[in-house]
């Protein structure tokens, strides 16, 4: 029974200020300001029960008891009492297993005598049912002198905050595989704590797991350094002097200017026939359709062949033959239903001078749009060009313009333009280093030496193309010694000739000509062969007017006679 308190004691306890209550709810009740604790509840851990004998039944485990020490607060000035709880009585064995109940009846509490503190009082433990687990001594935890105790999986539900010493319960030892808990900070020993080799086993794993990382850290950032290097040239990039953006226009009168004018009117034509095909140039002479090449260009289509016309835009139309002479080495073909044509202007051949920049365009090997510049190198260079058909029906006689600006094959029919942009020639032929010939066909590149038809010849041919479909010839009409070694052009013999080389009532024989006359020169410009007698004819029209030069007999005079005409082929 808890000792009475002195009524001196008693006197001097502080008085509350309201009535006494009757109930004793604290903190007016007994015994003071100061209530009792709450007791405190702790789930316990049952342990599994073995197995039963074969025809016994199953022992239910009695529940645990939990027992709750409670500390009392001093009631008074300098003034100490405790006093235990009663333990919680067991359920009976018929109840339903569940877990522990307690309860603390509210019994008032004696006023502690002033005296030594009093040592907490540890109460009595009822037995418990078999199969029970073990008791201990404080707050209903696991004493650390009870062998074999089963610890909670938890060791917080071990731990007491009314108690006296909290942890002091706390020390148990485990069985197989559990770890023993300690006073003091709540750990595990034993089983619970890694060994040596455990330890040395994560720290190489964690090192390795560590040294992973770093690795993939590194090579992100080498892989991310390494592409800002080699897109920005290094860490100090080489950063080259370039010149700033200039306006795009250029001069009418530069290769540029010159050139983005000509082009939308130059055209590539793509032949192909039974036997043969090919590439070459040309260029629009009007809205109508009318272009102009080469005849040497279209002659691989022949009756029955095909004709593509591939503009600079990019636009493709097919196109017929309009008319074409071998003599002259010209053709006109034409398109139709092409809208937004670019003629070409021409100019006049006559004024052009040896020097003069000249800009020459076409598709050699089917490179379309290709422009060249270069001089006039020469002005009535005789050439002639064809032949391969061995009788001399398909030669022509070309008075050309002579120019250094690359022509090669498939620049055949192109324009020739002088610094103005006008046509002044069309290309036709190139001397060939391979074989030395005067051919617009040959294989090999340019060597410097380009010819081309004048402009005013290529005009008056395309006019009667266009208009007639055939182009007239003009001629002196003599047949010519075409094996005379000499200086000059000789009128055959009755020897040299199946006929009579002056036909009869043609201009030559109306102004005198006779057989075995050396020509030497026409129009005073010297004449060194007949094929330069022919080319230079082939320069004039149809009844112009010439002026012979003749050696006949040792000794010279001059002729005048008018050009006849003859149908081209």
């Given at each position: 029974m808890p000792a009475t308190e002195p009524s001196s004691v008693t006197d001097e306890r502080p008085k509350p200020l309201h009535d006494p209550d009757p109930y004793s709810t604290p903190p007016y009740g007994e015994p003071g300001p100061w209530a009792p604790a709450p007791p405190v509840q702790h789930p316990t851990a049952t342990s599994t029960p073995a197995p039963a004998a074969h025809g016994t039944a199953p022992a239910t485990p009695a529940p645990a008891l939990t027992t709750v020490p409670m500390m009392l607060e001093p009631t008074g000035p300098g003034t100490t009492a405790t006093a235990p709880t009663a333990p919680i009585a067991p359920t009976s064995p018929a109840a339903p297993v569940g877990p522990a109940t307690s309860a603390v009846p509210h019994a008032p509490v004696p006023p502690a005598v002033p005296a030594a503190p009093v040592a907490p009082v540890t109460p009595a433990v009822p037995a418990a049912s078999p199969g029970a687990p073990a008791v201990g001594s404080v707050g209903g935890q696991v004493s650390a002198g009870d062998p074999g105790a089963a610890l909670p999986a938890d060791p917080w539900q071990r731990y007491d905050p009314w108690s006296a010493e909290p942890l002091a319960g706390a020390a148990a030892s485990g069985g197989p595989g559990r770890g023993a808990l300690v006073g003091g900070p709540l750990q595990y020993q034993g089983a619970g704590v890694l060994s040596e080799s455990q330890q040395r086993r994560r720290l190489r794993g964690r090192l390795v797991g560590g040294a992973l990382a770093v690795a993939l850290v590194a090579g992100g950032l080498g892989g991310a350094v390494g592409v800002y290097l080699e897109r920005n040239g290094g860490l100090d990039p080489v950063e080259l002097p370039q010149a700033a953006a200039a306006p795009t226009g250029r001069s009418a009168d530069s290769v540029a200017?010159?050139?983005?004018?000509?082009?939308?009117?130059?055209?590539?034509?793509?032949?192909?026939?039974?036997?043969?095909?090919?590439?070459?140039?040309g260029f629009v002479l009007d809205s109508l359709g009318h272009i102009l090449t080469n005849n040497h260009v279209v002659e691989p289509a022949g009756g029955d062949g095909r004709i593509t016309v591939v503009f600079n835009g990019g636009q493709t139309a097919e196109a017929e033959v309009v008319g074409r002479d071998s003599g002259y080495?010209?053709?006109?073909?034409?398109?139709?239903?092409?809208?937004?044509?670019?003629?070409?202007?021409?100019?006049?051949?006559?004024?052009?001078?040896?020097?003069?920049?000249?800009?020459?365009?076409?598709?050699?090997?089917?490179?379309?749009?290709?422009v060249t510049s270069g001089i006039i190198s020469a002005k009535e260079r005789p050439i002639t060009a064809g032949g391969g058909s061995g009788d001399g029906s398909d030669v022509s006689y070309v008075d050309a313009l002579q120019t250094d600006a690359p022509i090669n094959p498939g620049n055949s029919g192109g324009p020739l333009l002088d610094?103005?942009?006008?046509?002044?020639?069309?290309?036709?032929?190139?001397?060939?280093?391979?074989?030395?010939?005067?051919?617009?066909?040959?294989?090999?590149?340019?060597?410097?030496?380009?010819?081309?038809?004048?402009?005013?010849?290529?005009?008056?041919?395309?006019?009667?193309?266009?208009n007639t479909g055939r182009a007239t010839h003009p001629v002196i009409g003599v047949t010519l010694d075409m094996d005379y070694a000499g200086d000059g052009a000789r009128v055959g013999t009755a020897d040299s000739t199946a006929g009579d080389p002056v036909t009869a009532g043609g201009p030559a024989d109306r102004a005198?000509?006779?057989?075995?006359?050396?020509?030497?020169?026409?129009?005073?410009?010297?004449?060194?062969?007949?094929?330069?007698?022919?080319v230079k004819t082939r320069a004039h029209r149809p009844g112009d007017r010439l002026a012979l030069t003749i050696e006949r007999d040792g000794g010279e005079r001059t002729l005048t006679l008018v050009l006849g005409s003859s149908g081209g082929g």
């Amino acid at each position: 029974m808890p000792a009475t308190e002195p009524s001196s004691v008693t006197d001097e306890r502080p008085k509350p200020l309201h009535d006494p209550d009757p109930y004793s709810t604290p903190p007016y009740g007994e015994p003071g300001p100061w209530a009792p604790a709450p007791p405190v509840q702790h789930p316990t851990a049952t342990s599994t029960p073995a197995p039963a004998a074969h025809g016994t039944a199953p022992a239910t485990p009695a529940p645990a008891l939990t027992t709750v020490p409670m500390m009392l607060e001093p009631t008074g000035p300098g003034t100490t009492a405790t006093a235990p709880t009663a333990p919680i009585a067991p359920t009976s064995p018929a109840a339903p297993v569940g877990p522990a109940t307690s309860a603390v009846p509210h019994a008032p509490v004696p006023p502690a005598v002033p005296a030594a503190p009093v040592a907490p009082v540890t109460p009595a433990v009822p037995a418990a049912s078999p199969g029970a687990p073990a008791v201990g001594s404080v707050g209903g935890q696991v004493s650390a002198g009870d062998p074999g105790a089963a610890l909670p999986a938890d060791p917080w539900q071990r731990y007491d905050p009314w108690s006296a010493e909290p942890l002091a319960g706390a020390a148990a030892s485990g069985g197989p595989g559990r770890g023993a808990l300690v006073g003091g900070p709540l750990q595990y020993q034993g089983a619970g704590v890694l060994s040596e080799s455990q330890q040395r086993r994560r720290l190489r794993g964690r090192l390795v797991g560590g040294a992973l990382a770093v690795a993939l850290v590194a090579g992100g950032l080498g892989g991310a350094v390494g592409v800002y290097l080699e897109r920005n040239g290094g860490l100090d990039p080489v950063e080259l002097p370039q010149a700033a953006a200039a306006p795009t226009g250029r001069s009418a009168d530069s290769v540029a200017g010159i050139a983005a004018r000509a082009l939308p009117g130059v055209v590539t034509l793509h032949v192909s026939g039974s036997e043969e095909s090919g590439t070459g140039t040309g260029f629009v002479l009007d809205s109508l359709g009318h272009i102009l090449t080469n005849n040497h260009v279209v002659e691989p289509a022949g009756g029955d062949g095909r004709i593509t016309v591939v503009f600079n835009g990019g636009q493709t139309a097919e196109a017929e033959v309009v008319g074409r002479d071998s003599g002259y080495d010209l053709a006109v073909v034409r398109v139709t239903g092409v809208k937004g044509l670019k003629p070409l202007y021409l100019g006049n051949s006559d004024n052009v001078r040896v020097g003069d920049p000249v800009v020459a365009i076409g598709a050699p090997f089917d490179l379309e749009g290709t422009v060249t510049s270069g001089i006039i190198s020469a002005k009535e260079r005789p050439i002639t060009a064809g032949g391969g058909s061995g009788d001399g029906s398909d030669v022509s006689y070309v008075d050309a313009l002579q120019t250094d600006a690359p022509i090669n094959p498939g620049n055949s029919g192109g324009p020739l333009l002088d610094a103005q942009g006008h046509v002044i020639g069309i290309n036709s032929a190139i001397r060939s280093a391979d074989d030395g010939t005067d051919s617009g066909t040959a294989r090999a590149g340019s060597i410097g030496l380009g010819f081309a038809i004048p402009v005013n010849q290529g005009k008056r041919v395309a006019e009667e193309l266009i208009n007639t479909g055939r182009a007239t010839h003009p001629v002196i009409g003599v047949t010519l010694d075409m094996d005379y070694a000499g200086d000059g052009a000789r009128v055959g013999t009755a020897d040299s000739t199946a006929g009579d080389p002056v036909t009869a009532g043609g201009p030559a024989d109306r102004a005198g000509v006779r057989a075995g006359d050396v020509i030497t020169e026409i129009d005073g410009r010297r004449v060194h062969s007949g094929e330069e007698l022919i080319v230079k004819t082939r320069a004039h029209r149809p009844g112009d007017r010439l002026a012979l030069t003749i050696e006949r007999d040792g000794g010279e005079r001059t002729l005048t006679l008018v050009l006849g005409s003859s149908g081209g082929g």
